[in-house]
Structures are given as structure tokens and as C-alpha cells.
């Protein structure tokens, strides 16, 4: 029996659900690949043994959440450059 899964955009909180593929029988019609169709998934590295995913819906989710992981460069910093 075939399993439902899901993943969830880190951003938005979209849902999408899929169901696993398997090599023995013909992919699913809500296969993973086709349900997640345009995603991005992330990996980040924190140490031995621990990897933290990350799913999003689009580049435009992504971008929102590298921006809110970045720390704010202040305003004052570009005209101080742009000044010499
Ligand atoms: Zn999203």
C-alpha cells in the first residue's frame, strides 16, 4: 500500500500532498515529483547527524525566508560607501 505524504512551505505554510513512489509499480498519479512540481527543498548543515529540511513553493517563498534569515544590513552602511 502506497503511503500519503506531504510537505508544507516553510513560508506560506502551502500544502502539498503526495504519495511515495515505487520502483515496482508505475508512478503514482500524485507521485512526488509531479505534486511538488516547481518546489525547492533545502538542506542546511548544523552539525553531526543533524540536517534541517526546509520545503518551499516557489523562488518567491525562498527568497522571503533567506531574507528573514539574514541579518539586515542598515541603510547608513550603503551611503557611508557610496560617499567615497
Ligand atoms: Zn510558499
Redesign the pocket.
Known sequence: MSKKNFAI??????KAEYTDCCDKEPPPKDARCSALLGWLAVSQWQGVHAVEHYD???F???QKWVNSQMPSVPNIFFQALSDE
Open positions: 512551505c516553510y513560508n506560506c505554510l502551502k518551499f513553493c516557489s518567491g517563498c525562498l
